[in-house]
């Protein structure tokens, strides 16, 4: 058995969640710094965002930078007067709570308000859960987009017309539309304020790089069908040949290397290798080494699989138990990275560390 250890400066703008729904985390005295740790400088969530078992007058204010989730929204068992995630764009349901809802809210005792200012629309489904008798908020869903109303406008600001996040004029419910004069989404009744048709959630203008969320792909900032191609066709020679521009799928995200702990596949970004494949290492001409998935010669079997061990907790987060079975806890190697604890759990000593472990 051989094992490489990576332990790299994680990319900040992409972060991803344990799915671990409505369950109790296993220390609520440092579940909020596990958040905080997780959440901090992310814009882009990779799986779920699930706020969960908060109480007191806990700094949330970590949680602004959020623009976009790719799974679902869940709210749940919190205590605190205010979530505020101001700058959320599009949750775009790739995966849903309880197999129905892109943003539940559930239970929530002493939550006051839910700030979501920068929601317009578009999720990937009209299923909204709202169990809340203490937000000023009242759903009907049509069409793909969520209107928020004040229960008869009382605790609105008089500019948000009934539509509001909050009580102050900041806190209106801004709707893109759908009817539109001849496209899918508009910011207004004119020709003009017609968004580009690769925009999901509104825009500022008609140019897809004004798109405030995209439908597809965000490339730099432009919004695409899909991401540049690893080959591009030459009509001089009538070839094939490598892009210089390719970039790689991650999410809705184009990238030009996958970030740290994801494997480079032909067009996309992998935490596991498809079968009949198995992980490499290639050295950059700069010196850096990037992992990649390269289809086997033969019986990937015979030559031995790889299983990544992936050590992203952070603090003191604490686990029960490894994916792998092949190494045993008290391996040496595991005792370079974790605190065995009186209750038997492990408590990871040094984070954002990445086994790689070959048998």
């Excluded at 540049?228 to 970039?247: E, H, L």
């Amino acid at each position: 058995m051989s094992v490489k250890r990576f332990c790299r400066t994680p990319i900040k703008r992409f972060c991803q969640m344990a799915y671990m729904k409505l369950a109790l985390p296993s220390s609520l005295e440092n579940h909020y710094e596990t958040l905080r740790l997780l959440y901090t400088d992310c814009q882009v969530v990779h799986g779920n965002l699930e706020i969960t078992h908060l109480s007191g007058n806990p700094d949330l204010s970590f949680l602004q930078g959020i623009v976009e989730v790719q799974g679902y929204v869940l709210v749940a068992h919190v205590s605190v007067k205010l979530v505020p995630l101001d700058n959320l764009r599009i949750i775009r349901g790739s995966q849903l709570y309880s197999s129905n809802y892109s943003l539940a809210v559930l239970d929530n005792q002493g939550l006051e308000t839910l700030r979501l200012r920068s929601l317009k629309g578009q999720l990937k489904y009209k299923h909204v859960c709202v169990s809340c008798s203490e937000l000023r908020a009242q759903i009907s869903a049509v069409a793909c987009f969520f209107l928020f109303f004040s229960a008869s406008g009382a605790n609105c600001h008089p500019a948000c017309e009934n539509r509001c996040w909050g009580e102050t004029e900041q806190d209106c419910q801004t709707l893109t539309r759908i009817i539109c004069s001849g496209c899918q989404r508009c910011k207004g009744r004119l020709l003009s304020d017609c968004c580009h048709k690769q925009c999901a959630a509104g825009c500022t203008g008609p140019k897809d790089s004004d798109c405030l969320a995209c439908r597809h792909f965000n490339d730099s900032g432009l919004c695409k069908e899909a991401c540049p191609p690893a080959t591009i066709y030459d009509t001089v020679i009538f070839q094939s040949k490598p892009n210089p521009d390719k970039r790689f799928s991650f999410g809705a995200t184009c990238v030009k290397k996958c970030p740290y702990n994801y494997l480079a596949m032909e067009v996309a970004c992998t935490l596991n290798c498809p079968q009949n494949s198995k992980e490499v290492i290639v050295k950059q001409p700069d010196g850096t080494e990037t992992q990649k998935c390269e289809k086997c010669e033969g019986d990937c079997a015979k030559g031995g699989t790889q299983m990544r061990l992936l050590l992203t907790f952070i603090g003191n987060f604490t686990i029960r138990s490894f994916l792998y079975p092949g190494l045993k806890m008290g391996h040496k190697l595991f005792m370079d990275f974790i605190n065995i604890l009186s209750d038997g759990s492990t408590q990871i000593r040094k984070k954002m560390c990445q086994l790689v472990v070959t048998s």
